[in-house]
């Protein structure tokens, strides 16, 4: 299942809404399993790498995905053209994912863009990789018309993890 662990404080109704989305797109449930601090000597703008592995206290079972949120910033990524704000973080096929609402006051005023990068980094617990139609959220986070979308997936890709939830249970 996703366990959605708070790093700060989050309105509850819109969390229930954010997991009904979850469940909805990943047809697993998702449910807010609590929170967790943000380890000392951690500043803003938050190491979104260093974040994932140093969180402590999180109780999860295997096969269980993580996904941390924080109404902090993220250090900006380094591309070749400059840097591009992060708003989220996952290692590809592991369990723990962050996303971060910062620039945005609540998960409301935005919840669509933020609903779509967590079906992106949850996408990557699951194993999808980017995809190249511009509807589905594995589709690169990056550029500009991604946040506009809604929170789906392309059949392809619900399939694929789907497939990959399915694997993990038995
Ligand atoms: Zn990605
Ligand atoms: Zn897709």
Request: net charge positive; proline share 6%.
């Amino acid at each position: 299942m996703i366990r959605v662990v708070t790093l700060d404080p989050i309105d509850d109704k819109q969390l229930a809404k954010f997991n009904r989305t979850l469940y909805t797109a990943f047809g697993v449930g998702s449910e807010h399993s609590g929170s967790a601090e943000i380890p000392a000597g951690m500043s803003e703008p938050l190491d979104a790498e260093k974040l994932v592995d140093a969180v402590k206290g999180i109780r999860a079972y295997t096969d269980d995905k993580v996904l941390l949120l924080t109404t902090r910033k993220l250090k900006d990524r380094e591309l070749p053209s400059g840097t591009a704000p992060t708003v989220g973080f996952a290692r590809q096929g592991k369990d723990r994912a962050v996303l971060s609402i910062h620039p945005h006051k609540d998960l409301e005023s935005a919840y669509k863009g933020l609903a779509r990068h967590a079906l992106h980094q949850l996408g990557h617990l699951w194993e999808l990789h980017h995809c190249l139609d511009p509807r589905c959220s594995m589709y690169p986070p990056w550029t500009p018309s991604f946040s506009q979308g809604e929170p789906i997936f392309c059949t392809f890709c619900r399939e694929k993890s789907e497939q990959k939830i399915r694997l993990a249970k038995s």
